[in-house]
């Protein structure tokens, strides 16, 4: 094994990532070193590059190594580590995904089985760079799993392109979508087609929805939302302002509204228009706009005379993940998941990969190592 590996590095806005090397870190006990295969862009990275998010200002360190949503192969296991957290044996060379926080384990959201939301989560994801280990983020060619993060080993039939979103988008909708309480025979808007829209319309077709909308500006991601299950789309190029996509989404639901909508656009503008296209006793499920300061105009009668509720989720749960893995073996067939990710980009590519997504050109970029 190398001495050191390469890793693209985030000094902060208005800054192009950069290449650098660091030692490649010896696992302590219970800790897994993985050699990363594939790492996609995902909307939140997207977010932090472009400057929407903050991430000092939220308490990240700088530098850091951005990018979560990855597969790889265990390349060093530390002492004590024998399986996976599903406890599936667990050897140097097998592919693994892994959940992409970790958790204090004593606050009171994770006492009450609800760790997604321990106040640590959101900062775990984003840990310095320029102290050892190093490699805690996925743009980089390893990738340092810390003692008691969940990992959990990839089936042999699933390859990497289906694999490399199973730990963010895919994980995240399942998650997102138990929380609402959707439920069999119920109709779902879903306000947007990237990653978690492409996988959220899979995972609610599967659930049993009678009726699944999906509504984007971008032809080729209501293509791909067809493909995956969609019965209605709504193009924002045809159908221009929230009137116009509420009549249609009412005209779509025989005049009731739907049971539930999700934003997975990362833009609050867009929940107003959310929460109209909602029935009465319907939930919305907010769970792309993760952008402080960021706020939108709501009227909070329509909520309380609609007995609508609003469902913020972030992250998922510890047994998501395996949940997800397994969503990924039974759907592999039906769905062109290999159509998700749009093209490869390698490493030292990742500023152009970045732009290009930015624009919309790719759906969802994925970086090679």
Not at 188 to 193: K, R, S, T
Not at 314 to 320: E, Q
């Amino acid at each position: 094994m190398p001495d050191k590996g390469r890793a693209a590095i985030y000094r902060g806005l208005g800054h192009p990532m950069e290449i650098v090397e660091y030692p490649v870190p010896e696992p302590e006990p219970g800790a897994v070193l993985v050699k990363v295969r594939r790492a996609n862009i995902c909307g939140s990275d997207i977010h932090i590059w472009r400057g929407d998010i903050d991430i000092a200002a939220m308490g990240a360190p700088l530098p850091i190594i951005l990018g979560h949503e990855t597969v790889g192969t265990v390349a060093r296991l530390g002492e004590g580590v024998v399986a996976d957290s599903a406890g599936e044996p667990l050897a140097v060379g097998d592919r693994v995904v892994h959940r992409i926080f970790y958790t204090c384990g004593h606050c009171r959201a994770c006492l009450k089985g609800m760790d997604p939301a321990c106040p640590l989560a959101p900062i775990a994801v984003y840990s310095p760079c320029e102290e050892y280990p190093h490699f805690l983020g996925a743009y980089a060619e390893y990738y340092y799993i810390r003692p008691g993060q969940k990992i959990f080993k990839v089936p042999d039939d699933l390859t990497d392109e289906m694999a490399a979103p199973v730990n963010c988008a895919l994980a995240q909708v399942i998650y997102g979508l138990e929380r609402v309480g959707f439920g069999y025979g119920e109709t779902i808007a879903i306000q947007g087609a990237g990653g978690l829209g492409i996988c959220a319309t899979a995972v609610a077709r599967e659930m049993g929805a009678e009726k699944v909308i999906v509504i984007d500006g971008i032809e080729e991601r209501l293509e791909l939302a067809r493909a995956f299950g969609a019965d209605e789309v709504i193009d924002m190029n045809e159908l221009k302002t929230p009137e116009e996509r509420f009549m249609r989404v009412r005209e779509l639901t025989g005049g009731w509204g739907a049971d539930v909508v999700a934003e997975l656009v990362g833009y609050p503008h867009v929940i107003p228009e959310g929460i109209d296209m909602l029935g009465n006793s319907g939930r919305y499920l907010s769970m792309g706009t993760i952008s402080l300061g960021m706020t939108y105009e709501a009227d909070p009668a329509l909520l309380v005379m609609g007995n609508k509720s609003i469902v913020g989720v972030m992250l998922y749960g510890p047994d998501t993940l395996k949940k997800a893995l397994d969503f990924l073996r039974r759907a592999k067939d039906k769905y062109p998941f290999d159509r998700v990710l749009s093209r490869p980009y390698a490493l030292e590519e990742i500023n152009k990969a970045f732009e290009e997504q930015e624009k919309g050109l790719v759906t969802r970029a994925t970086i090679i190592l």
